[in-house]
Structure formats: structure tokens, C-alpha cells
């Protein structure tokens, strides 16, 4: 697992932003949606792009960031060839991200492209990278869709943790398997690191990890060494941690065994790092996909009527279905 | 938060304890699917052991509560002792902890001292008696029988994932021995009847014992043992041991469906007529003296042993006179210690550690690693 050093984890956006609902004069209710999955081709922008469009459909105003700062194609597969305005224009002019939103053909639906050509633009300083984070904490849209990149690079893991759900994909074969934990090892060790830095217990939970090498600690074992000294500062990481809430999506699930795969995921975090995993659903493959990103046009578009279209509304129905009132209160 | 609590045969299988056999046998289904070798869900997730460790446990939980004799024993052991887990915590010390778990032992001494004095009968102490020879006399593991309250399903979270993952996990042993052949004599109970294997115990091994405390209940299933209701007391044994024996137990299981992961060690403990009740302090240091002194409270001779653990005699009458020089390198003395250590129902981590310790010392780094064979 990659390990960052505490020096590093100083800029980790809190959600210092009141929540809407907290917020009396807020009349909105916004999320930050984040689709990652530590490895590539595994799907990640077709999710996003397609989940950004069923939460329009559904009548909620949605954004669309490409937050794969090396490798940005979400425009394409919306079928917008040439984005003008990109994130490199935050991050290197000062920009705002509203300005540079897109319209996509797509009722209530608008892109910011993550294209860039500037050489260092794919790995912004942290100063540059905390102002797009506060941009996007402050964006006007019901839904904010994040698509990250592969790999477990910190702004990356991030985008994740500031999000109010990070949508975790994976596809039913060992390699994306074995990256999405990793990827989710590395976002849940720098929420915890963060944590207790901000708690003072940095030490003690360095400490915790430290012991057994370079295998995982479970968050319990952290915790537990955290409260022999700390208790309270213990009962926060523990709700710290326990808010990292992954929501998870299979991809190109082709037979039942794949089918099971989710629950099985679901089942294995939870079992062994004590956390809850929210399972969305699986999306089937289906030829209808790549044949949608040949024609650069979305799949909820190009194929509406497919079943990997109508498991992506699924998912999407799922997601929104987590925001309703009953699950507000976390 | 606590960590500590273990975690009941149901818990590991994420089951309701009041589900029907089909909700149990779908649960046992379910979860070999999730974390059996083929599973892509535990792929990379975590290390081999850990996964070895849980899966060995989950095998151990199918084996108790897919059989329904078992299971119903089980659950007396679990429902009847109220708030208290003394008892089910006593049974900890009958399979091999892992090295990180002293604190069970001296957690148990602490409760012994309260409420279980020596070996004698009072009234009071039949209840909780008659627990552990439930656990016993089918055979069932100790460590699963620990505490009525389960963590609450669904809301569950650090601690339960710690319970069964960090806490103290099955030894492998049980799961391993379990359809292990009998003592002496007897053939593998595989292919032994049952009735005809009690039966033959019966002829074959009268006890040299004390009765103790009265047994009532052994479950209908076993009728052709029902009448040996006494905990066997053995004479004679080191007084500073305080070894209490438990009674005869019905013959070899049948097999788990699945063949136990090949973390599991080697046979385990097929000396299931004596078990042995250490009180040995937790942190006891283990050298040949001590070491003998427990086989011999098995009643096992070094031949017998030998046969078991298929170290060579020459070996085992080494270790237990502490001839160190005589003694293979480290690597594989460390191999026969804790093969040895798991014979005879002792941490065998324990056991290795502090037997290899004193070897140490005596030595002053000598010829340990001559490798002497």
C-alpha cells in the first residue's frame, strides 16, 4: 500500500462547508459524487458520464468535473470534441470553475473538461489543488460528478475523500480487484492519518501502522491503540473512519458468479476492515458500451433501451436513494 | 470501543442464532463463496494468514451448527450462562492461542480465582461444569463458546470486524483435527461406526479416575455413553499444574465438505478422551521438565507422541531433557516445538518462544544452529 508521509496531509479538504441542510438559507441539497477505482479502463468515465445524465434526467441539476488531470476524455465520451475552458484554467489562472461549464446537450447537465495540455498540470501544488477543492465544495449543482484517474496519486485520493460519496468501480477480474483495495486502502489510511493529525494523535496512530510493518493495520487496531492513551480522541477517529461509507459499482458483469462478486466485496471490507460498503449494483457488459464510445455518444443516449443503460439508471436510482432523508442524517 | 469480544460460531457466519438449518446452510454457502480460495472479493485484500485464519474459523463454525446435535449443544453452551462468559473463557485455554493472546489466559486466572476454586465439588460448580463438558463431549471448540451477547447485526462495525479478524483466531488446529483418528488403538474414526468406535472405547479404556462432579445431560444422540458421568480426575499429577481432565467424548466427526486451507498445521490433538485443563500461568516458560510433565498428564506415552506427531522419539526425549546440543537447528526445532505444543493443546507460539528462549540462554548462541539432526 502506498503510505504518505504525515508531512503531506496537511491540505486534505475538510468538510468544513456547512452541509446544505444545515444551512437554513441554502435551498440546495448537493452532493459530491466521486467515480474512482485505482485502475484504468475499467469504466470509470462511462459511469460517470452516464450517471451524470440519469441524475438529470431525474430533474437534478448536475456538473460533470474530469478530475483525471493526466488523462481527461469524459468530453469525449459526451461527444464534445474540444473543450476551450478546462481545469488547467483554475489551477494555473486563477479561473473560476463556473465559468468553464459546458453545456452538454443534456438538459440540467454541464461538464467542465479536465483536458490540459500544460505539462504540470496533471499534478497541481497543493496550494493549487486546495482552491480547485474549495471551487468545487462551492459549485452551484445539485450534483456534482467527479470522474478521477487511475492510480492512487493524492489528489486523486482527495477528490475521494472530500466527496459525500465515493463511488467505487470495479470490474469482476483480480487486477481491478487487487487496485481498487489498494485504492481504497490508500484513501482510507490518509482519512485516517488526516484524522488524527487533526486530533493530535498523529504519533500514536503513525505508531499504530507503523508496528506490523508494511502489512495493514485494520482501522480497529489503530483506534484501539489510539484510545489506550487517548480515549477521546479514539471515539472521533472511530467516527471518522466509520463515515468513510464506499459506495460501490461492478462493471461489465457478464455471468452470476460475476453477479455476486459486489455482495461478496461488500461482504469482505466489512469483514475485515469493519466498515460499511454501499453496494449500487452491477452493470452488465454489454456490446452496446463500447460501441456508444466509438460514436462518442453517451450510452444512456446512443443505447437507452440497452441493459447496460438500464442498469446505470439503477445505479444511479440507488445513489439518489441514499440521499433521501431517512439516510441524511450520517 | 471494545475490541475483545469474540465473537459466537454465528457471528463468524453472519447468521442469525436463531436460523433454521437452510438459513445456516445458505450462510455456510455464502460464505464460502465470499472468502473460499476462488473468491475474487478477498483477493488482495488482506494477507494470506489473516484469510487463512478466517476461513479455517468459518469452516470450524459450518462443522458445529450444520450438525444439528452439535449446534444444540453449542447453544446450550452459549445460552446458558447468562452474563458470564467464565466458563466459555475457561475453555480458552484448550486450543492454542496466537502469540498476541496472553491476556485470555491471565484474564481467566483472574476469574478462576474468584469463582472456581481447585478441583473440589461444590454444588456451585456443577452448572457451569456441565457447561464446559457440553463443549467437550461434542467435541466443540472452546474460544466460539465466549459470551451470549453478540455485537447487534448490521450496525456492527470496528469492533466486530476486529473480533473476527484481529482477535484471537482459530489455531487451525480444531478444524484440522476434527476428523482425526481416535486415541491408541482404535482405527481412524473415519472408518469406525460410531457406535461400534463408543463402543470400543468403552472396552478399551477404563479410566484410572476420581469421580468429580455428576454429568446429567449428554444429549439423546449419544445414548451408548450416557452413563459415564464423572469428570475423570487423575491422580498424582504436579500439584502446581492444577490439571483437571475432562471426560471421554464421542468419536471422530464427520469431515468438513471442504478440505481445510493448507494453512492449517499438521493433525492436531487426536487425545480427545483427555482433555486437559492447564492452569498455567500465562506466562509460563516452557522447557523439557514442564513439558513432559503435561504429555504425561495426558496419560500419552513419548511413543505415543511420536506416532502422532510424527516427530522422532529421539527428538522428543531431547526436548523434553533439554539436551539442546542435541537438538536440530532452530528452524526446524522451532517446527517440532510447536507440532509438539499443539499435541498437547498448549499456545504452541508460547511454547516455541520461550522453550527456544531458554535454549538461547543456556547456549550463549552455541550450537543451535549447528543443525544437528
Known amino acids: 500500500m502506498k503510505r504518505y508521509g504525515l508531512n503531506n496531509v496537511v491540505e486534505l479538504p475538510g468538510r468544513t462547508r456547512p452541509r446544505a441542510e444545515d444551512a437554513p438559507g441554502s435551498r440546495r441539497a448537493r452532493r459530491i459524487v466521486a467515480v474512482g477505482g485505482g485502475k484504468g479502463g475499467i469504466g470509470k468515465s462511462l459511469v460517470s458520464a452516464n450517471l451524470g445524465i440519469a441524475l438529470a434526467r431525474a430533474g437534478h441539476r448536475v456538473t460533470l468535473v474530469d478530475a483525471d488531470l493526466g488523462g481527461a476524455n469524459l468530453h469525449t465520451c459526451l461527444g464534445i470534441s474540444q473543450p476551450q475552458g478546462t481545469l488547467s484554467d483554475v489551477i494555473t489562472h486563477g479561473k473560476r470553475i463556473e465559468s468553464l461549464a459546458m453545456a452538454t446537450g443534456i438538459e440540467n447537465l454541464t461538464l467542465v473538461s479536465g483536458a490540459m495540455d500544460a505539462l504540470d498540470a496533471a499534478n497541481p501544488r497543493a496550494q493549487a489543488r486546495a482552491r480547485l477543492v474549495e471551487q468545487l465544495q462551492t459549485l452551484d449543482a445539485d450534483y456534482l460528478v467527479l470522474d478521477l484517474g487511475a492510480g492512487t496519486s493524492l489528489h486523486t485520493i482527495d477528490f475521494f475523500l472530500l466527496a459525500d460519496h465515493g463511488l467505487l468501480v470495479l470490474l469482476p477480474e483480480p487486477t481491478s480487484v487487487e487496485n481498487a483495495y489498494r485504492f481504497l486502502k490508500a484513501a482510507l489510511f490518509r482519512r485516517l492519518q488526516h484524522t488524527a493529525q487533526t486530533l493530535g494523535v498523529a504519533h500514536l496512530a503513525e505508531a499504530a501502522l507503523g508496528s506490523q510493518g508494511s502489512a495493514m493495520r485494520t482501522p480497529a487496531e489503530v483506534v484501539k491503540a489510539v484510545a489506550e492513551t487517548q480515549p477521546e480522541a479514539a471515539v472521533q477517529l472511530e467516527r471518522s473512519l466509520r463515515d468513510f461509507r464506499v459506495k460501490l459499482v461492478v462493471n461489465q458483469v457478464r455471468s452470476p458468479a460475476d453477479q455476486s462478486v459486489g455482495r461478496a466485496v461488500v461482504a469482505a471490507w466489512k469483514k475485515f476492515f469493519g466498515l460499511d460498503m454501499d453496494y449500487l449494483g452491477a452493470i452488465a457488459y454489454d456490446d452496446a458500451a463500447w460501441q456508444t464510445v466509438r460514436k462518442r455518444r453517451p450510452l444512456l443516449v446512443d443505447a437507452a433501451g440497452s441493459s447496460a443503460a438500464s442498469n446505470l439508471v439503477t445505479v444511479a436510482e440507488a445513489l439518489v436513494a441514499l440521499d433521501r432523508p431517512r439516510s441524511a442524517g450520517r | ?373
Request: without cysteine.
Open chain 2, 1 to 373: 470501543m471494545t475490541v475483545s469480544e469474540e465473537p459466537t460460531l454465528y457471528d463468524v457466519l453472519e447468521v442469525d442464532p436463531g436460523s433454521s438449518h437452510e438459513e445456516l446452510r445458505a450462510a455456510v454457502e455464502r460464505a464460502r463463496d465470499t472468502y473460499g480460495t476462488e473468491s475474487l472479493a478477498v483477493y488482495a485484500l488482506v494477507d494470506e494468514d489473516r484469510l487463512g485464519e478466517l476461513r479455517a474459523k468459518l469452516e470450524q463454525a459450518a462443522e458445529v451448527l450444520l450438525d444439528p446435535a452439535r449446534r444444540a449443544s453449542y447453544d446450550r453452551s452459549i445460552g446458558r450462562i447468562g452474563a458470564s462468559t467464565l466458563w466459555a473463557e475457561d475453555d480458552d485455554d484448550e486450543v492454542p492461542l496466537p502469540p498476541v493472546e496472553v491476556a485470555p489466559h491471565a484474564r481467566r486466572a483472574e476469574l478462576q480465582l474468584e469463582t472456581a476454586p481447585e478441583d473440589g465439588e461444590e454444588d456451585a460448580l456443577a452448572v457451569p461444569r456441565q457447561h464446559a463438558l457440553d463443549l467437550a463431549l461434542t467435541d466443540t471448540p472452546g474460544p466460539f463458546g465466549k459470551g451470549p451477547q453478540r455485537s447487534e447485526a448490521g450496525t456492527g462495525s470496528l469492533s466486530e470486524a476486529t473480533a473476527s479478524s484481529a482477535a484471537p483466531l482459530l489455531s487451525g488446529d480444531w478444524a484440522a483435527a476434527v476428523p482425526a483418528e481416535q486415541q491408541g488403538p482404535r482405527a481412524p474414526a473415519e472408518a469406525v461406526p460410531p457406535g461400534v468406535a463408543e463402543a470400543a472405547r468403552a472396552v478399551v479404556e477404563p479410566e484410572p479416575v476420581v469421580a468429580e462432579v455428576p454429568v446429567v445431560a449428554r444429549g439423546a444422540q449419544e445414548p451408548a455413553t450416557g452413563s459415564v458421568s464423572t469428570i475423570p480426575e487423575r491422580r498424582g499429577l504436579p500439584p502446581a499444574l492444577g490439571l483437571r481432565m475432562k471426560p471421554a467424548e464421542p468419536p471422530g466427526e464427520i469431515p468438513a465438505a471442504e478440505p481445510p486451507p493448507e494453512a492449517l498445521p499438521e493433525p492436531g490433538p487426536r487425545h480427545r478422551e483427555h482433555r486437559l485443563r492447564l492452569d498455567l500461568p500465562a506466562d509460563a516458560e516452557f522447557n523439557g521438565e514442564l513439558l513432559r510433565r503435561v504429555r504425561e498428564s495426558y496419560g500419552l506415552s513419548l511413543q505415543q507422541v511420536a506416532e502422532r506427531t510424527r516427530i522422532t522419539r529421539i527428538h522428543l526425549e531431547n526436548v523434553e531433557a533439554d539436551r539442546y546440543d542435541r537438538l536440530p537447528a532452530t528452524v526446524y526445532l522451532r517446527g517440532i516445538l510447536v507440532n509438539l505444543a499443539r499435541e498437547l493443546r498448549l499456545d504452541p507460539a508460547r511454547v516455541s518462544k520461550t522453550y527456544l528462549l531458554a535454549a538461547q540462554r543456556s547456549h550463549a548462541g552455541g550450537s543451535l544452529v549447528s543443525g544437528r539432526t
